[in-house]
């Protein structure tokens, strides 16, 4: 344990002198919160950087997701993916939703849409898939299932800073798209989060949502709660926005790295992309296959001992915790792709700051443990 820790993430941060000069302006207008300069310019910016037209920022993803199905009147049953981190189905059980799982496509990971007609139900009001690691879902064939039931579609899109088809933003499809920004994303605003608007009356109802139903000083037409991004939040995201494509080229050569280096370890399996034509390269799995000599956990465990933190992103399911297990949904034998994906995957270690000799280290400590 004498090397130095790498960690499965890291944040990218520009250089501190760089963050006084918005400091400065923001106690120059004593404006903290409540949608001020910082927070207009950051939601103006984002719009032009993402390719979307409206856009409303939150102190939080998962504030995000609650205030979307609000936003949306989604009520009942909502179709949504085991395989995510667990804000995903606990934003809709804070709003008295009953989450119902459908299993993952073994190539992309996402919600498979082959399986979401066979769990509709009458109760059924929304679809809720992630484009998980940042690879979208076949956002097409899920649309078409939500057409013809007629339900909701919310994006947990998460991971999915920047990421393009061949048409443009990701986030424009669904009824709405949900952002984090947290310190380990792509793009963060040290605790942050958006919703994707499709029309300006739709993010006018979020903006009220998001800050107590407000609509003026003494007017509430809403039961909403404080969502809002703070001015040293957003102005933190302005400055990143300046650093973001050069963040991400970084990890597209730390991606790129590790692929070349890990093409000819047998049972290690790379995870592809879904034909996106821009990535983010927000994480990095890869599949620890059976013909690999050790299981998942075993590898996971090497790792650690070397000072390496590789993450088990995601496992357990969301689908085995307490307060899911009683839904029919979530038995292991609705689940078995996301079952079997989830006791192999491993996330490795990618950051911009990584260098090349870093990666070179897992990999050497993947090949040893592997008796390779």
Sequence with gaps: MSEKP?????????????????????WGSKTLTNGGPMHKQLEASLCEYLGVEHISLFSNGTLALVTALQALRVTGEVI????????????????G??????????????????????AITPQTTAIMPVHCYGHPCDVEAIQRVADNYNLRVIYDAAHAFGVKDAGGSILRYGDLSILSFHA???????????IICPDEK?????????????????TVVAPGINGKMSEVN???????????????????????TYRELLKDIVGIRCVDDAGEVRANYSYFPVLVESAYPLCRDELYAKLKESNIFARRYFYPLISEFPMYRGCASARTENL??????????LCLPIYPALEREELERVVRVIRQAGGL
């Design 80 to 95: 949504t993916t085991p395989y995510s981190f667990v804000a995903t189905a606990h934003s809709l059980l804070w709003n």
């Design 97 to 118: 939703i009953k989450p119902v799982f459908v299993d993952i496509d073994p190539v992309t990971l996402n919600l498979d849409p082959a399986k979401i007609e066979s």
């Design 202 to 218: 739709t993010k006018k109802r979020i903006d009220q949502l998001k800050n107590f139903g407000f609509v003026d000083e003494v």
């Design 184 to 194: 380990t994303k792509v793009f963060n605003t040290f605790e942050g989060g958006a």
């Design 234 to 256: 957003a102005a933190f995201g302005l400055l990143q926005l300046q650093h973001i494509d050069a963040a991400i080229n970084k990890r597209r050569m730390v991606d790129q």
């Design 336 to 345: 078995p792709m996301a079952r079997k994906v989830s006791e192999k995957v």
């Design 6 to 26: 790498v960690f499965v993430t890291q944040p990218h941060l520009p250089e501190l002198d760089e963050f006084i000069p918005y400091l400065r302006s923001i």
